[in-house]
Nanobody
């Protein structure tokens, strides 16, 4: 089991930016696909973005394409999510997670280790 800790959430006005970071404990971090997800109360958790082990493969949900950027630093065991042009509908708890698989449009069930989440609130 990989230990994951998210940080960087907070309150921001619409149109603003936030950068989330996820630190992983795994010595084999570079072998994992990493993903960012979000969840609002009463709704299912959904994929925001995923990145393969090398960083060469990335996937974004349609709702965040062109606004969010996922990146990773395998030397530091971190994966970041740069969020620009934030909208009130981006308000959610954001989670990072690991997977041993990679393909486009991955499912939540492909991911096994999860962080505790960080709250992002975008005010209008």
């Amino acid at each position: 089991q990989v230990q994951l800790v998210e940080s960087g959430g907070g309150l921001v006005q619409a149109g603003g930016s936030l950068r989330l970071s996820c630190a992983a404990s795994a010595r084999t971090f570079s072998s994992y696909t990493m993903g960012w997800f979000r969840q609002v109360p009463g709704k299912e958790r959904s994929v925001v973005a995923t990145i393969n082990w090398s960083g060469g493969g990335k996937y974004y949900a349609d709702s965040v394409k062109g606004r969010f950027t996922i990146s990773r630093d395998n030397a530091k065991n971190t994966v970041d999510l740069q969020m620009n042009s934030l909208k009130p509908e981006d308000t959610a708890v954001y989670y990072c997670a690991t997977s041993r698989r990679y393909y486009n449009d991955m499912k939540i069930s492909d991911f096994d280790s999860w962080g505790q989440g960080t709250q992002v609130t975008v005010s209008s």
